[in-house]
T-cell receptor, first 114, second 112 residues
Framework: KAGVTQTPRYLIKTRGQQVTLSCSPI?????VSWYQQTPGQGLQFLFE???????NKGNFPGRFSGRQFSNSRSEMNVSTLELGDSALYLC?????????????FGPGTRLTVT | AQSVTQLGSHVSVSEGALVLLRCNYS??????LFWYVQYPNQGLQLLLK??????LVKGINGFEAEFKKSETSFHLTKPSAHMSDAAEYFC??????????FGTGTRLTVIP
């Protein structure tokens, strides 16, 4: 079974631009969660989608948004990029949204904002 | 509110020595507890988890952890460290949803 894939793996953007990151979950998984990892703040939860509905949202500004498609693929978007948005963005998928099961993580997208 | 505290941002052990990585959680209700490992330039991989049942949990690569409710702890151990165990380890909690709260991580160095 193929793992979680994230595209692109690396991205360089300029302040003020917007960016869209993509995540394809493991086949059959309908829950997709996004996390931001930075040296200063560590790993922080962004949001979770299940069956195209956002179930949970972390404490991030409205510039961060996401969506999930009918095939469970998910995208997250960051508008008006700031230098502080430079981070590794991790996507994770799970078979169900209960929180009991393993979340399988992708390799991440490393975003650099200059 | 949920929080996770990992004592020691860096831990060094000799190859073959005991590995002990500490994790304490704060939650009004016993949460689901996880240990993940991250190798350089990679995502996170689950080592083990506690949801209900037996409090001593065995995971992959010889790691295990014990859930101690009275101490609100979930420390990770491995009897004998191997060079390949060098990585960053994260303790995490969730409570009924796929929104993990992570500790700040512990970087494990294994000295040959």
């Amino acid at each position: 079974k193929a793992g979680v894939t994230q595209t692109p793996r690396y991205l360089i953007k300029t302040r003020g631009q917007q960016v869209t990151l993509s995540c394809s979950p493991i086949s059959g998984h309908r829950s997709v969660s996004w996390y931001q990892q930075t040296p200063g703040q560590g790993l922080q939860f962004l949001f979770e989608y299940f069956s195209e509905t956002q179930r949970n949202k972390g404490n991030f500004p409205g510039r961060f948004s996401g969506r999930q498609f009918s095939n469970s693929r998910s995208e997250m978007n960051v508008s008006t990029l700031e230098l502080g948005d430079s981070a590794l963005y991790l996507c994770a998928s799970s078979a169900n949204p209960s929180g009991r099961d393993e979340q399988y993580f992708g390799p991440g997208t490393r975003l650099t904002v200059t | 509110a949920q929080s996770v505290t990992q004592l020691g941002s860096h831990v060094s052990v000799s190859e073959g020595a005991l590995v002990l990585l500490r994790c304490n959680y704060s939650s009004s209700v016993p949460p689901y507890l996880f240990w993940y490992v991250q190798y350089p330039n990679q995502g996170l991989q689950l080592l083990l988890k506690y949801t209900t049942g037996a409090t001593l949990v065995k995971g992959i690569n010889g790691f295990e952890a014990e859930f101690k409710k009275s101490e609100t702890s979930f420390h990770l151990t491995k009897p004998s460290a191997h060079m390949s165990d060098a990585a960053e380890y994260f303790c995490a909690v969730s409570r009924g949803a796929n929104n993990l709260f992570f500790g700040t991580g512990t970087r494990l160095t294994v000295i040959p």
